[in-house]
């Protein structure tokens, strides 16, 4: 069986800092490990990470899209200027459609 693995540094310093802060430079009366808040520090700090981690994947993922749809189509694919309009029209809307996504995703994720 493995030894439960110690909090990284980052997590111990801010753990000591609100023990210190809560019970002094003596850390009179604190029963509580250091090692277990900063467990629960390091498990804030993943969490904050992961999202991070997403927000920047979706980013990725819009600005390619987005590269997509501003590329202009073949010269010689597209020769009627109503076959055009129609085209930028599809293209105008999946363009809103994706922004409007990504702001209300990242509405959620700045509530939360």
Request: charged share 25%; hydrophobic share 40%; net charge negative.
């Amino acid at each position: 069986m493995n030894a439960p693995s110690q909090p990284d540094k980052a997590a111990q310093i801010v753990a000591e800092e609100i023990l210190r802060t809560i019970y002094g430079d003596d850390f009179k009366g604190c029963t509580v490990t250091l090692d277990s808040i900063a467990t629960i520090i390091e498990a804030g700090f993943k969490r904050q990470q992961g999202q991070e981690r997403e927000l920047l994947e979706l980013y990725e993922k819009l600005v390619e899209a987005l590269d997509l749809l501003s590329t202009p189509p073949d010269g010689g694919k597209v020769t009627d200027p109503n076959e055009l309009r129609t085209l930028l029209s599809q293209r105008l809307d999946a363009i809103h459609a994706l922004t409007t996504k990504t702001i209300a995703t990242t509405a959620r994720v700045n509530k939360a």
